[in-house]
């Protein structure tokens, strides 16, 4: 082997590395700016794309702007008025663990997958101010792709796995979505799933990545 | 691509150098629940710049994180320790994930944030009625002991530093989330307070710990999650001003 060879190859070694890292990051990134509602700054971590898809419990979000909508209008910034007096005593966190990243053999994309426990704390100002302290279990997928040099969330599938006020067993709440948030931008397509004693647990939910060479074609092929 | 052979070096020393905080933090987490408070001295840079912020206050040099570790709180191996119905019993457990790691351009340092779900277990009186007492001291008479199981949650903000080859903590800010007893809402709890802890090395908080309130935005600034950087004293977190 030549050393050129050898160069290249550790290149391509240290690139994989990178690529898991930077997408790990993301990760922690989105979850840090959620929980503040830094919701400007979760959208930098979009890449400007209009095949961007976001799916969640409450609907989804097709596109660049998509995002946008989400995290500006359904959501909203921190720094909007409105949206600061609106999230006084809220506190939606969603760790993130459990990862599993595999980047394509061409080096533009990386699939992921995470669990994720957490908590909303919140306080309904449409029902007397009732305040809300619930445990919130999920999970997602994730693809990432890189842009202009830097990895970026690209395609991001957020499953419910079960939210139940404080003290309440998870199997007794079927609703993970709050009928408090109006989610005017949001489109039908959303992920439902919620335990029942009768169902079994769904096989594929987030999809475990496997190693693959390029965003269409699995490694096996 | 086509990167030089000593610009692939620096590059994986920065992945290894993001692996070894990870791993600093994890062997903490472990350490800590187990109170083996002197192999946790090990992971510390010995550095008179240190600086450990807890919930109830912070330290400054290697000096001030051994006066929090082994005086404060003190070794599995510390008699005091052995002997205490306080500190038999406990059985605090902090996990860690949400990891954000940035490791300096240069090599040289590292940040990382993590978010800690966790509990802790203990039998304890209520140490804002006698906030004297210390590690070591009788417990006064008649004294009710509560067993106490708690969610303790909390979040971490991390610097960490290449010392002689080896990577060290060098200044660590944890912050808590919610401390609630297992049978009471997080939002129903009681804020924390400085006496909720029996310790005496310490110097007070620049400010008081969030804590949870109807009223109040949560801040975006704790943690800040580090973004890439050369220099670290290009970078300092504006974190670390206020504990001089």
């Not at chain 1, 970026?152 to 419910?160: D, N, V």
């Not at chain 1, 335990?195 to 594929?204: G, H, I, K, M, S």
């Not at chain 2, 993001?18 to 109170?35: D, E, P």
């Not at chain 2, 990891?99 to 039998?123: F, I, N, Q």
Request: glycine letters at 6%; a negative charge; hydrophobic letters at 35%.
């Amino acid at each position: 082997m030549t050393e050129e060879k050898i160069r290249e190859q550790l290149e391509y070694t240290l690139f994989k590395l990178e690529a898991q890292e930077a997408c790990r990051n993301l990760m922690g990134r989105y979850s840090y700016y959620r929980t503040a509602f830094q919701s400007k700054e979760i959208v930098d971590l979009w890449a400007k794309r209009d095949d961007d898809k976001l799916v969640t419990p409450w609907g989804s979000y097709q596109g660049h702007q998509g995002i946008e909508a989400c995290y500006l209008q359904d959501i909203g910034d921190r720094s909007d008025a409105k949206v600061f007096e609106a999230i006084k005593g809220a506190v939606i966190m969603h760790e993130v663990d459990t990862e599993v990243i595999e980047v394509a053999e061409d080096l533009r994309t990386a699939k992921a997958a995470f669990l994720s426990q957490g908590h909303d704390t919140y306080v309904d100002r449409t029902d007397n101010e009732t305040v809300h302290a619930k445990w919130a279990w999920e999970k997602y997928s994730v693809d990432f792709i890189r842009e202009d040099g830097e990895w970026k969330i690209w395609h991001m599938t957020i499953y419910p796995l079960f939210q139940s006020e404080y003290g309440e067993g998870w199997a007794d709440n079927q609703t993970y979505v709050s009928e408090a948030f109006a989610f005017q931008n949001a489109g039908p397509e959303k992920t439902d799933w919620h335990y029942d004693r009768n169902e079994l647990y769904p096989a594929n939910e987030p999809a475990i990545p496997e190693a693959y060479v390029t965003y269409d074609k699995s490694s096996a092929e | 691509m086509s990167r030089t052979y000593e610009e692939l070096k620096a590059g994986f020393e920065r992945i290894e150098a993001a692996q070894a905080c990870r791993n600093l933090m994890g062997k903490y987490s472990y350490l800590h629940t187990a109170m083996r408070n002197i192999d946790f001295m090990n992971l510390w840079a010995n550095r008179e710049d240190d600086i450990l912020a807890m919930p109830w206050g912070y330290y400054l040099g290697i000096e001030g994180v051994r006066k929090c570790y082994l005086e404060d709180h003190g070794d599995r191996s510390d008699p005091l320790v052995q002997a205490s119905p306080i500190f038999k019993g406990g059985m605090m457990m902090h996990a860690m994930d949400t990891a954000v790691v940035e490791v300096a351009k240069d090599g040289k340092t590292a940040k990382g944030v993590w978010l800690s779900p966790g509990h802790e277990s203990c039998y304890i009186p209520d140490f804002s009625k006698f906030p004297d007492w210390k590690k070591g001291d009788p417990l006064p008479e008649n004294l009710e002991i509560m067993s106490s199981c708690e969610w303790a949650w909390s979040k971490y903000y991390v610097d960490f530093i290449k010392e002689d080859g080896e990577w060290k903590f060098w200044k660590l800010r944890l912050w808590p989330i919610y401390k609630t007893d297992f049978y009471v809402p997080w939002t129903q709890h009681p804020d924390m307070d400085e006496v909720d802890f029996p310790f005496h090395n310490h110097k007070a908080l620049p400010e008081p710990n969030w804590a949870w309130n109807k009223e109040t935005v949560y801040p975006a600034d704790q943690p800040e999650p580090p973004v890439p950087y050369e220099h670290y004293e290009d970078a300092v977190p504006e974190l670390w001003k206020s504990f001089v």
